[in-house]
């Protein structure tokens, strides 16, 4: 028989589904709620509210997990491609050698801009942020390829859709790269693989040659792979919940990139890296951070630490930990920055608060010393963590018009005034 959920209301109680996913998380499904009892759910931040029911991503917070359909994390890092992973996330399955193929022919051709968007780059003001910048050129993607704005697009027109976001993608960040040092751009070369590709578009010189390291190339393809998706997050709510009213896929991840901005979420890589450096400032002493972290007056918190879900520890935080040494000691950098993360995390996690608190270092803690070592400035961060989260956007997006969700349009209690008799300005 299948699990019910009792509600007593007053003095009536009501039986109430129960949803289980595939790995045993339970739900109980609450949409008829308001119906049948007139009451609603409040749950502030939906801390505690599953608003989808998706066959993307898996995440066990307690024990540590993350499995992108199915595929853990670790073995995605060590084993796979990005853009294999994009393929998987996107379509339900790792592609086969002709799959894969095509896919990545596809995106070659497609890597170009049209040259009309070059305008908006001289339009920016030097010092803008790429964020800001990253929104709005992928918003204006819609402007350039109209057809994408079809509510009801057939499979063949959102694939090409889908591939042309992740062709087109890697030229806008590193164009946004090369116009704020005012460099000249480089187009793309088709004969190179993605990423390879977006490095040498990034930090290349106008040369035929390619002078892009293997070992930056993994790091940044194992990177990229980490954000790929984590479920139902800030910015992929976003991306679903601006897609379910069928606005079109550039617009719905444009504004997926606003989200993700914030120094809550995508944002804190460059604040991690802007707070180790004021500790390199001040001395090397990362205790008074502790103890502003820990000051409820203060509103400052450790960036870099803490997390929604995970209460045990991030796993991809323990990859990157790893490639963080892994990578520095390849590239023969020597970042006095990473010893003082070292040392600010051994710091929290033996201090009670952050104990008590269940607060580990998240993906963002080390990701930003990797992107520095490989030559990337703060600003550029959280746009990288774009990079990798554009195919779980896609995914989820893709997943929401697939399952034809209804458009995301959350209740409340109102706790505003009720009703007032308008007054005339002259005598108020
Ligand atoms: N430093 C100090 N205190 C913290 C921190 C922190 N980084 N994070 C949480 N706390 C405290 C918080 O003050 C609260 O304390 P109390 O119970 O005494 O009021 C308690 O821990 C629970 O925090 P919360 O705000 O209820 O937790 P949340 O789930 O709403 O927030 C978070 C999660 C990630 C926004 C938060 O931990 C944070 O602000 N971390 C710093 C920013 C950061 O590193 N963000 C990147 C997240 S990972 C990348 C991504 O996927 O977005």
New binding site residues.
């Given amino acids: 028989m299948s699990e019910k959920a009792i509600l007593q209301l007053e003095e009536n109680s009501y039986e109430l589904p129960v949803v289980i996913g595939t790995e045993a998380e339970k739900a109980i499904d609450i949409s008829k709620l308001r119906d049948v009892s007139g009451y609603i759910t409040l749950d502030s931040?939906y801390?505690n509210t599953g608003a989808v029911q998706s066959a993307i991503t898996f995440l066990d917070g307690e024990k540590g997990i993350l499995k992108y359909r199915g595929y853990s994390i670790e073995e995605l890092a060590e084993k796979s491609t990005f853009i294999e992973v994009a393929y998987l996330l996107v379509y339900g399955n790792l592609p086969n050698k002709d799959q894969l193929n095509a896919f990545l022919y596809q995106i070659s051709r497609h890597t170009l801009i049209h040259e009309d968007m070059k305008k908006f780059f001289d339009g920016f003001p030097s010092k803008s942020h790429p964020m800001g910048q990253l929104s709005s050129l992928v918003c204006s993607l819609s402007a350039f390829y109209p057809e994408s704005l079809h509510p009801h697009p057939t499979v063949e027109e959102l694939d090409l859709t889908i591939i042309k976001l992740l062709a087109k993608m890697t030229t806008i960040v590193s164009w946004i790269y090369k116009k704020s040092l005012g460099h000249p751009i480089i187009y793309p070369q088709n004969k190179l693989n993605y990423v390879a590709n977006f490095l040498n578009m990034t930090f290349g010189q106008r040369t035929e040659e390619v002078l892009i390291d293997p070992v930056v190339v993994s790091a940044m393809d194992k990177l990229l792979i980490l954000h790929a998706d984590?479920e139902q997050?800030?910015s992929t709510s976003t991306v679903r919940i601006v897609g379910s009213s069928e606005c079109n896929l550039y617009s719905s991840v444009s504004a997926g990139i606003s989200a993700l901005w914030g120094?809550?979420?995508?944002g804190?890589n460059q604040?991690?890296i802007e707070m180790l450096e004021q500790i390199k400032i001040g001395g090397g002493s990362a205790e008074k951070w502790i103890n502003k972290?820990?000051d409820?007056n203060d509103p400052f918190?450790?960036?870099?630490?803490?997390?929604?879900v995970y209460k045990n520890f991030?796993p991809r935080a323990k990859i990157i930990k790893k490639a963080c040494d892994d990578v520095l000691t390849k590239l023969g950098v020597n970042d006095p920055i990473l010893e003082m993360a070292k040392n600010l995390e051994e710091l929290a996690l033996n201090d009670s608060?952050?104990v008590e608190?269940k607060?580990y270092p998240?993906?963002?803690?080390y990701s930003g010393i990797i992107y520095r070592a490989l030559g990337f400035p703060t600003d550029m961060f959280p746009v990288l963590f774009a990079l990798g989260r554009l195919p779980g956007w896609i995914a989820q997006w893709k997943e929401m018009r697939e399952q034809k969700e209804p458009i995301g349009r959350p209740r409340q209690v109102y706790i505003g005034h009720t009703d007032r008799t308008y007054v005339p300005i002259a005598v108020r």
Avoid at 362 to 365: L, R
């Fill in positions: 931040g801390k984590h997050n800030c120094p809550l979420h995508g804190a604040a991690v972290a820990k409820k918190r450790l960036m870099g630490f803490g997390h929604r991030d608060y952050f608190r607060l998240n993906v963002d803690f």
